[in-house]
């Protein structure tokens, strides 16, 4: 197996630390490889803002001036038919200036007096969080967390700001917190890392909403929340988001939890992001710990689970033009991962403090983490009793094979699978019940450089199969999602007076997903097709042009079902279709 030093491609944008600001947007070719070594994946990935302001002034000038609204393809949340409401509650309303390294702002939360009257939690139906936001000036994207009581309810990139504003929003169905927004007075917190100096200067105003809905008794099955959610996450009072922050391969960050004495189901929700030199952790290099990356979550130090992360691209990654005005699957709502845990319970249930914690495989300089702990309880006795009658984790596996002939083109493949497998029982008045949780997970990703360094082509294949089997019927699930990734970073007419710098991204979120032996079925296909080209003549912008086509194809077997197509082409949009006429069978 050779392993030749395969740069990142020099065919990218410069940061705009050291070069003039006409030679910022450049093919770079005429810089030593050395230059580059030193560059973090995030500078090389990432427009300046000067960058930006470039292209702006480029456009006809009309098109700079006015507010734009920034969207994320999602179904549209609706509640089951029948509900009442909604009932709605301003939680917060924050302006978020220099908030680095600042504690995250709080609020007290107290139940809605609609929750409280609805009686016990069983009547609630839907529960939305919406997260309206706006900014104007110059600002990078930040990451930003919500938590309620130390759980994370929301994990969301901002959208980067134009001169004339940007408006975004974000409604993420939060039924399944249900025990947090009903157990009663506990603190929000939200943190986003904003700085403001004399070049950024854009302040983020955001305004945060609760929307419930409630079922008429006796009609419609209720939701399946936890019946108590235990937060794996860091305390307040600090300086940054509740998250830990995993800066390195060996890096454990844990804590120290127990859990009720008659739970009989736990499942643990996974938040991860990746910043900085992992930020484009798919983009590394065999010298940056290669493109693969994995959480593993530790239970007294044993891997009872992993989380293979889709490839969020914030708003400001790659090209910030692609992701305007339809930003990348999943940044402004990051996905979480769900690991069943109830093969573990009986070590759980011993009423010791255990520790819980995540290591990220591969990690380089920082991946926030956190987790909440779903947990079911049995109404009917003060203890459940359990035991684990299996479990086998293997070690990954997987490689990195480089081949270049010359030290600048070439190629480089990476592979790794892992299979994790637990079965327990859990004796409880429910019975006693044996589950086995099965996780299969492949990842292959290529990594090409050619045209003398010039073009480079990533295409990445995740692939996880979660089962779990057995149990309790509300339990069982088999789901599989695959996250195809394709990016291409390239160029032409390097050295000339007249330069284009390209990029293309293919990016996809699929799912099948199959529940109650299943009795339940429901696929979803979300797939972005995007490219943009920046003009160059004399080292300045001259032109730019960007378009993206997203399909989203949803279906469920309860008759659920939201198709989307939409294409834009710079800041328009060109066409929009929806059809949700399937879903009118649901809706009110
Ligand atoms: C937040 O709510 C206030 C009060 O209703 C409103 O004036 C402001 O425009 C809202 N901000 C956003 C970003 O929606
Ligand atoms: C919760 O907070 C509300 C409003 O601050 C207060 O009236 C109420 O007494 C508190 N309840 C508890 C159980 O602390
Ligand atoms: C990894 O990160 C941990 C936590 O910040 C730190 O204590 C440790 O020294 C780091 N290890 C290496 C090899 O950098
Ligand atoms: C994982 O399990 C499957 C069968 O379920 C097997 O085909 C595959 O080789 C296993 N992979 C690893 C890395 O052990
Ligand atoms: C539950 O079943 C497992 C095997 O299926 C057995 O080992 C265990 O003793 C049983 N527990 C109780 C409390 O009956
Ligand atoms: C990426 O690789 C997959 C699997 O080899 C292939 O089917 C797909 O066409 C490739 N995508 C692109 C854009 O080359
Ligand atoms: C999306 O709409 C365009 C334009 O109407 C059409 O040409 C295309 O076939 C549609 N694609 C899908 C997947 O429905």
Redesign the pocket.
Known sequence: MQHLPLRKLVAVAMPASSAHRSLLLCLCLALPLAHFAAASPRDLLRFSVEDIAAVEAALPRHRASSKTTFFEVDRPLRPPKGSSGPCSTLLLSHSFAFTLTKPPVTAAYSPPPCLLAAGPRAALSLAVLEWRAECRGVQYDRIFGVWLGGAELLRGSTAEPRPGGVAWSVSKDVTRYAPLLASGNATLAVYLGNLIDDTYNGVYHANLTLHLYFRRAGRSTPPSAADAIVPVSRSLPLNDGLWFVVQNTTDVQSTRLAVPANAYRAVLEVYVSSHYADEFWYMNTPEQNGPFREVTVRLDGDVVGAVWPFPVIYTGGINPLIWRPITSIGSFNLPTYDVELTPFLGKLLDGEEHELGFAVTNAQNSWYVDANLHLWLDAKSTRTTGGLIAYDAPKLAGSIVSRSADGIDGEYDATARRNITATGWVSSSRGNVTTTFAQRLTFANTNVVSSHGSAQAINQTTDALNDVSGGDAGAQQLLHQSFPLYIFLGGDGSGTSSQRLMRRVELGFNEARSLRGGAEKSTLRNEQVAAAEVTLRDDAVVGASWKMHQ?YAYGASDGGCYLR?VSSVGYDVL?D?HDASCAGKRGR
């Open positions: 399909t197509n066409f279709h």
